[in-house]
């Protein structure tokens, strides 16, 4: 069955919550609140009914707890409204003849029919049986697009196949959801709903292939509108662009700032500027004016002509020429601005430049005085005399520097008369540099006569530096030939130190005087220029420096060496000393017997010995260094040699004699620390057996799941523990092999093992043994736990049953039964609960241990009181289903007689319709509706009968109560037929014209879907199609003759009817009448025209079948004569002659198939086909000969 939409079959697709989900995609987000389920699925469903209230939807007694409550035929009701609302009923088709609109199903079934039309075996009269067989849908696609489908391959008798590929088509080339699958349609009553709801989105995908068409034919009709527009307005652009041109020019012109840069030039500009106000502008004021006419006068006749008014463009609107208009005022006024502002300007420049002109001729005399008075040098030769002119020199730079404020003067108003442009600036310029190359050569003097007297007064402080130093070196000489050398090592450490004091001193004065030797070769030198002293004399000062200087520095240097030997001396003799004094300490510590009492002691000494190791390679380092002095001291043959030399000889020797006392000393201590560490682990390993031995033999089993559960997880701690220890007892195996014999072969060692492992092994045995006993007793409880915890929700759940008693208002019913609902699925869990109790039960009774009488009986009791539960609740259960049933029943009873009171006065209210022809089409439309909903009650009230008796029979004590609801719903029934069969009564003459409109409406429905089949141009491609075409024809023309009767008889009672009548109504129906004469005949015309095409293609699809038989015969008698060999015996040659013989047998019977199949062609041509080009062409174009030509002479029999 189908699994998509199906609205009769697929009822799991439209729960509550679905629909609620998928409606409120129209109303918005849904609130979540924290209610009940049944609540929150009921205000979700409420909302979503709202909604489509709101959206004018029709809904029959549908309220949200009949949604959420699953009632079947409402939800599905509801879920086809909403496809009719929002999916099929903006379907539309206009008619061609009448322009008569249809909606809805009719209309997706026009559509059907209009593009069906001319496809064979396909006929579209219903949303039912015609689609079984699978060709409607692929005719449909096949009309759109034909590449999809090859029509020809399919067979009515193959509809499962046809159905699969059409929905595979769609779903795949179209991107259309497989709304059904072959078997919902390939049965004998198709659900008509879902096949609407299908076809329906056919119809919206390709409705908008055809409206890319329409909107093609609209855009053509606005470009030709557009193009008349155009020309209408061609002179208000021309006049408007002319205009907004002369403005934008004159503004470029008016913008323009290059204005004359003297007093003279301005006033001319200014009187050139307002001449243009004068003159030039008032002229294009007055077109302006004229332009606004001229729009006027356009935006008038288009009115008047009934056309879209004409707006100018963005640009050349009126606004935007007044716009252009302003801007034009705006850069006359700022044109005015600008000339009055350069007009003020030019008139502060003149005055600038009379003021720059006074203050250069002051400057010029202050600066000639002063050059004057630089230019005279009067220093002195001694310090005091430079110093005090080198005051008097500052002074005068003081002046000058004061006086610098005032040149610059000068020159910001001559920088200012060049901002401004102004006219005689070269002029000034000129006299602004005069000014300051006289201020910049009395700044060169000045400098000039600074360096000279700079110059003085550094000769006179070098001098004086050269003498201080000295007197300075004269001093430290006297100090460095000191013969004082040390009495010991502090004493010599002692002058060290001083002497590094006196050569930082002598390092620091080499900075001075190499400073004082720079400074005096800028006097020394003879060069060009000013020269303040003899260079000769300064020469000769500073080399007497300089090499006293160096002979201090070499005194130092010899003073340092004699310090340095001593020390080196002395070193040697105080390190000898120390290391002798160590060495015989641990000697006496090495000799020791003592290795400890136990563990502890022992490990502690080997730690103390392996801290004098690392001490002892921390000595060796420093003592061969030391041993290495003394030994440079012994090959230098300095003071002191012999001495030293026999005191390396005697540290050597003590130095081996103690590393061999360390190396037996370690050996003993390790020997004694493993004995002791077997002892101590071994001591371990005893009491860790009598600990654990305790735990793993103890009696204790538990007495509930709790505690039993608690000792057996504390019982696998000590069995990981157990097997953990295994390494231990191997690692006191491997201990007491690596002892010395003398210790592994004491008593606490060679007996003590065995002993050991014995133990071990006796502990794992009680262990694995207490293991089981405790797994078993954890079952045990375990079930028994197990069993109480469902005997008491057993026990709950009864207590709830027996207390409840069937409600008698449906709400409170549907709230019981919500309960029951979710009782089940907790009954299930209980009842795989109860099972795994009894499997373990039985499996505890198959080992044969203790408790068995109490494994029973708990057992026993569980089943009965489990077995006596689900007996009450399947009880209370079909009491409160028969209840809901009935309930349900009274309010379906409810509904439906509302909708048959409903529909009544809807009969009712049309009592003012029928008097003219419009409320005859009027009514028409409803009672056709009408008669379509009355159909559909009169199902639900057979259903209501058959529920109601289905009750009666099951609970007689409801017997009456249902009868007389059905009784009531009886009255109803019958009082709605009545009151329709009375108003069809009482519209006499109207119900004629009734009549009438629906012949004459399915008549030109007919005639419309016939013409539209007659009229297709599809030409047949293949012979098949082309026999099948021209048959359906002809099957046409004996429908049209059958529909003749039917014209008649319409076209007389349409006379009839019109006859004398004049109001717009029957005039309209007259114009029908008129049309459908109109149509009658040219169906006519357009069958004629048809099977003259049909009957063509036909003739060609012959002539080409022929050819291409005859083509292939052709073919094989060539290869057959190109492959012919020669026969090369009597018998061969007889043989192949009567094979020749039987060739041009056949090559005569070819010719005459040749000869037929060209007088054909030449017919086919002669009569004009439309296929005469391609006949000419050779047909398909397969063959090397053309099938009309004369025969080849090489096929003449011989």
Request: hydrophobic fraction near 40%; charged fraction near 30%; aromatic fraction near 6%.
């Amino acid at each position: 069955m189908c699994t998509h939409m199906c609205p009769r079959s697929c009822t799991p697709m439209y729960t509550p919550a679905h629909t609620c989900v998928r409606v409120d995609r129209h109303v918005g987000a849904h609130t979540s609140t924290r209610v009940s389920a049944h609540v929150c699925m009921c205000l979700h469903t409420r909302k979503a009914l709202t909604f489509l209230k709101e959206q004018r939807v029709h809904l029959e007694n549908v309220g949200s707890h009949d949604i959420v409550d699953g009632n079947h035929r409402l939800t599905l009701g509801l879920v086809w409204t909403i496809i009719l609302r929002f999916q099929i009923q903006d379907i539309s088709v206009e008619s061609e003849d009448n322009k008569e609109k249809k909606s809805a199903k009719d209309a997706l079934l026009l559509w059907c029919q209009m593009k069906t039309a001319g496809y064979p075996d396909v006929n579209v009269h219903n949303f039912t049986t015609s689609w079984r067989d699978g060709l409607a849908f692929n005719a449909i696609i096949h009309k759109h697009r034909p590449d999809l489908v090859d029509m020809e391959t399919l067979r009515r008798c193959n509809a499962h196949y046809n159905l699969q590929s059409a929905f595979n088509l769609a779903e795949r080339e179209l991107g259309l959801t497989k709304l059904l699958d072959p078997e919902d349609v390939n049965v004998d009553q198709p659900d008509e709903k879902s096949i609407i709801t299908y076809v329906a989105t056919f119809y919206h995908y390709f409705s908008k292939m055809k409206a890319l068409a329409v909107e093609g034919k609209r855009v053509g009709k606005v470009l030709e509108a557009a193009r008349e527009a155009e020309a209408l307005v061609e002179k208000y652009e021309e006049l408007a662009g002319e205009l907004l041109a002369w403005i934008e020019q004159t503004i470029l012109i008016l913008n323009d700032r290059h204005l004359a840069n003297a007093l003279p030039g301005v006033q001319n500009q200014l009187q050139a500027f307002n001449t243009y106000r004068t003159v030039e502008k008032p002229p294009k004021f007055m077109e302006k004016g004229n332009l606004e006419v001229l729009l006027f006068t356009v935006q008038s006749r288009m009115r008047a002509n009934n056309q879209k008014v004409y707006v100018p463009r963005e640009g050349k609107l009126i606004s935007d020429i007044n716009k252009a208009w302003e801007r034009l005022e705006k850069a006359e006024h700022e044109r005015e601005l600008a000339l009055r502002t350069e007009l003020i300007r030019q008139e502060k420049l003149e005055q600038l430049a009379a003021r720059f002109d006074r203050k250069a001729a002051m400057r010029e005399t202050w600066l000639s005085e002063n050059q004057r008075l630089v230019a005279q040098d009067n220093f002195g030769t001694d310090m005091s005399a430079v110093e005090a002119a080198v005051r008097k020199h500052e002074a005068i730079e003081t002046d000058i520097v004061a006086y610098s404020e005032r040149v610059q003067a000068v020159g910001a108003v001559a920088t200012e008369l060049e901002a401004e442009g102004y006219h005689d600036i070269r002029r000034v310029l000129r006299r602004r540099d005069t000014v300051g190359g006289l201020w910049d050569h009395l700044r060169q003097l000045v400098a000039a006569r600074r360096e000279r007297l700079g110059l003085h007064l550094e000769l006179q402080k070098m001098l004086r530096d050269l003498g201080h130093l000295m007197d300075w070196m004269e001093e430290m000489k006297c100090r460095l030939q000191s013969q004082d050398l040390g009495k010991h090592l502090h004493g010599v450490e002692d002058l060290l130190q001083l002497h590094a004091l006196v050569e930082a001193d002598v390092a620091a004065q080499a900075e001075r005087v190499r400073a004082v030797g720079a400074t005096a070769q800028r006097f020394a030198g003879d060069k060009e220029g000013y020269q303040p002293c003899d260079p000769a004399a300064v020469r000769e000062r500073v080399a007497q420096l300089e090499l006293g200087y160096r002979e201090l520095v070499a005194l130092a240097g010899r003073r340092r060496s004699r310090l340095e030997e001593s020390r080196r001396l002395w070193k040697f003799f105080w390190d000898a000393g120390e290391e002798e004094a160590w060495m015989g300490e641990q000697e006496r510590l090495l000799s020791s017997e003592d290795v400890g009492r136990d563990l502890t002691s022992s490990l502690r000494l080997l730690s103390q010995h392996a801290a004098f190791r690392g001490e002892l390679s921390a000595r060796a380092t420093s003592l061969e260094e030391a041993l290495a002095r003394g030994k440079d001291l012994v090959a230098q043959g300095g003071l002191g040699a012999t001495e030293v030399a026999r005191r390396v000889v005697e540290v050597e020797g003590r130095w081996r004699a103690l590393g061999e006392l360390a190396a037996q000393r370690e050996r003993r201590l390790k020997e004694a620390a493993g004995f002791f560490q077997f002892q101590a682990e071994a001591t371990d390993v005893e009491r860790w057996l009598e600990d654990t031995s305790r735990l793993a033999t103890s009696p204790e089993l538990g007495h509930d799941e709790y505690s039993t559960r608690s000792l057996a997880r504390q019982h696998r701690e000590v069995q990981e523990e157990v097997r953990n220890h295994r390494p231990a007892i191997d690692a006191l195996q491997d201990q007491a092999k690596a002892l010395p014999p003398a210790l592994a072969n004491r008593p606490e060692v060679a007996q003590r093992l065995p002993e050991l492992d014995r133990r071990y092994r006796e502990l794992v045995a009680r262990a694995e043994g207490r293991g089981q006993d405790l797994e078993d007793a954890l079952v045990f409880y375990t079930m028994r736990s197990e069993a109480d915890a469902c005997g008491l929700w057993v026990g709950e759940k009864e207590q709830w049953l027996h207390a409840m008693e069937v409600p008698a208002k449906l709400e409170d019913l549907e709230v019981v039964q919500q309960r029951f609902e979710t009782l089940e699925p907790e009954m299930n869990t209980l009842a795989s609960r109860v099972a795994a109790v009894n499997r373990v039960a039985q499996q505890l009774l198959a080992t044969e241990r203790g408790n068995q009488e109490s494994i029973r009986a708990t057992c026993e009791q569980l089943n009965t009181r489990w077995d006596r539960f689900r007996a009450l609740a399947d009880q209370k259960k079909e009491a409160l289903t028969s209840a809901l049933n009935i309930q349900n029943f009274h309010l379906e009873c409810n509904e439906t007689t509302s909708w048959m009171r409903e529909k009544t006065k809807v009969i009712e209210s049309t009592q003012g319709l029928g008097n003219d022809l419009a409320g005859v089409m009027a009514l028409q439309r409803k009672l056709s509706g009408m008669e379509r909903d009355l159909e559909a009650i009169q199902g639900k009230v057979r259903d209501l009968r058959a529920e109601g008796e289905k009750l009666a029979a099951e609970h007689p004590e409801e017997k009456t109560t249902l009868s007389s609801r059905l009784t009531a719903i009886e009255g109803v029934w019958e009082e709605l037929r009545g009151s329709l069969r009375r108003r069809e009564e009482s519209l006499g003459e109207a119900s004629k014209l009734q009549g009438f409109l629906r012949d004459l409406a399915a008549f030109q429905a007919w005639l419309s879907r016939t013409q539209r089949e007659v009229a297709s141009e599809d030409v047949p491609a293949t012979l098949a199609e082309a026999e099948r075409s021209l048959s359906q024809h002809e099957s046409m023309r004996k429908e049209i003759a059958h529909y003749g009767d039917d014209y008649r008889a319409t076209r007389a009672v349409g006379h009839q009817v019109t006859r004398g009548q004049t109001d717009a109504q029957h005039v309209f129906l007259h114009q029908r009448l008129e049309a459908l004469d109109t149509g009658w005949e040219e169906l006519g015309r357009m069958w004629e025209n048809r099977h003259h095409l049909l009957s063509q293609a036909f003739a060609f699809q012959l002539f080409l079948r022929d050819s291409k038989q005859v083509e292939g015969v052709l073919s094989n008698q060539e290869y057959v004569l190109s492959h012919t060999e020669m026969p090369g015996t009597l018998a061969g040659a007889e043989a192949s002659v009567k094979k020749l013989e039987d060739f041009v047998a056949t090559m005569e019977a070819t010719g005459e198939k040749v000869q037929g199949l060209v007088a054909t062609g030449r017919k086919l041509v002669a009569e004009g086909s439309p296929h005469a080009e391609k006949v000419r062409g050779g047909g398909t174009g397969g063959g090397p000969h053309p099938p009309w030509g004369d025969p080849s002479p090489a096929l003449t029999p011989p």
